[in-house]
């Protein structure tokens, strides 16, 4: 299978790397020291600039700008201060204090202050809202502002995933005043305390922002942030070599070996947090058949994919949980393809003339994965329709049900929480495949209240191995995060969470300038 694979596609790819060294050998860079504007390449246009409402992977590459969090992460995963400078937790994992930075505004000049932090938690609480950020956030029962620059929270019951839920978008605060003024239009003029402040927006084009003067930490090099989209990834990875954008969030895995030698080019790689497979609505034909789902997961060759479409870059999956991440089981492996399997499971679903649609969003790499897909399966005589959907669209499909597969990952979180429960608990915010499996709910509730870590991991362990069994999702592979830019970019920080943090980059001389 993998060579009929490597032949059919091996034109492409060859086609690709002589078109893009090419534009690598006309470069000629001219990021000079102090630039004015940072220019940075997107795999997509942001559909939703508020972070309480967000839920595509995409949007946090904007919100480091414009927001900051509560804590953070390292290189290493380890939790570092933000907007609180410190915080305590109780022995029972009830009680949090945080501390808050002090002399810290909001770009419209609203104090950032224990009020402040009040506000956003309460609105991310609030059902009216409907905010994704509500199972991150836990069962919270008070919070209570103790001074001006201090906040406590307190459970209803432990919750350990709460504070590696703070460093992301649960952790984001905005401008309560910006929320009372502008209400559900927010999102069209974000308001948070980021190095950079939001100017304008043209939707599929670009998104701007100028430098924040007040900021609370050392103001940010540039002057100006250009946020430009480009869903095709020859056309992002061509713009990069030819000089039209100084860094890209994600390149396409076929492109690495030709930046790698590119001497204007810096490449950086690490292993990710999240994963990529697809989601399988268990509530419609065909998955709602448990037998069609297995034989789905067993057809499909992870290592095929790896291989063809990664150039062994990516690491099959089995699970949700990368094997850096704690919790990771190393005792699910994944199996090779076994077709005579998947047609026996075929044939006890009890269904004929099966057939499905995949949809996935219009790049390049999501429709070779496809491709093989589609291929894979009609070895089992399962027919599978592609369908290429806009990825906001997309993404509003998975809310509403209206699909029957769709090629869809996860950008991670540093608990395995993040990583299972709002997809495997039935009736979360983004359980899209609308799997429901009683003893899975029991397990991840009491995985989120159990403090002691090797309880834990066994308690991941079981779950892993029941969701794979049930196959509500294809686990295909975890990600690996590359990013490219100039070699005048300075001051990146590749933290695994895969964000690009803008406010430490500066322009540096490029050598032999």
Known sequence: MIVFYQKKWALLLTMTIFFLSGCVAGLASDFEPHSDELVIGLDNDPPQL????????????????????????????????????????????????FYLEENVSFHDGT?????????????????????????????????????EYTVEVIMEEPFAPFLAA?????GMMVSPQAIEENGDQFANQPVGTGPY???????????????????????????????????????RGTNLVSGG????????FKDVATLEQNEQIKLLDQQAIGFQGIHLNTSAYPFDNKNVRQALNIAIDRNAISKVVFYDAVEPAASAIPPNNWAHNENLSVPEADLE???????????????????????????????M?????????????????????????????????????????IDPDGNLYRFMKTDQSNNYTRYSNENVDSLLDEAQTEIDQTKRKELY??????????????????????????????????????????ETLFASELEGE
């Open 50 to 97: 508020d972070p309480h409402r967000s839920s595509a992977a995409v949007d946090r590459q904007v919100f480091q700008s414009l927001f900051n969090t509560l804590i953070d992460i390292d290189e290493d995963l380890n939790l570092v201060p933000e907007l609180a400078k410190s915080w305590e937790e109780s022995e029972d994992g009830m009680t949090y204090t």
């Open 111 to 147: 104090p950032f202050n224990a009020e402040a932090v009040t506000y956003n938690f309460e609105r991310m609480l609030n059902p009216d809202l409907a905010s994704p950020r509500t199972g991150e956030l836990g069962p919270i029962s008070e919070v209570n502002v103790l001074d």
């Open 166 to 170: 703070l460093t992301d978008r649960a």
């Open 197 to 235: 402040i939001f100017e304008n927006r043209v939707l599929q084009s670009e998104l701007t922002m100028q430098k924040n003067e007040d900021y609370w930490r050392e103001s940010p090099q540039f002057d100006r942030l250009v946020y430009r989209p480009f869903t095709d990834e020859n056309v």
């Open 245 to 252: 954008i100084d860094i890209v969030n994600k390149i396409a």
């Open 341 to 371: 399997e998947a047609r026996e499971l075929l044939e006890e679903s009890g269904l004929e003339d099966i057939s499905f649609t995949l949809k996935i969003s219009p790049a390049p790499e999501e429709q070779l994965i496809a491709q």
């Open 373 to 413: 897909v589609q291929a894979m399966l009609d070895q089992i005589d399962v027919e599978v329709n592609i369908e290429m959907v806009e990825f906001g669209t997309l993404l509003s499909q998975l809310d509403t049900g209206d699909f029957q597969a769709v090629r869809n990952g996860w950008s991670g979180r």
């Open 461 to 502: 362990d079981e779950i892993s191995e029941i969701v794979w069994d049930d196959a509500p999702y294809i686990y295909l592979y975890y990600d690996h995060d590359y990013k490219a830019m100039k070699q005048g970019v300075e001051g990146f920080k590749h933290i695994p969470d895969t964000m690009i943090r803008t």
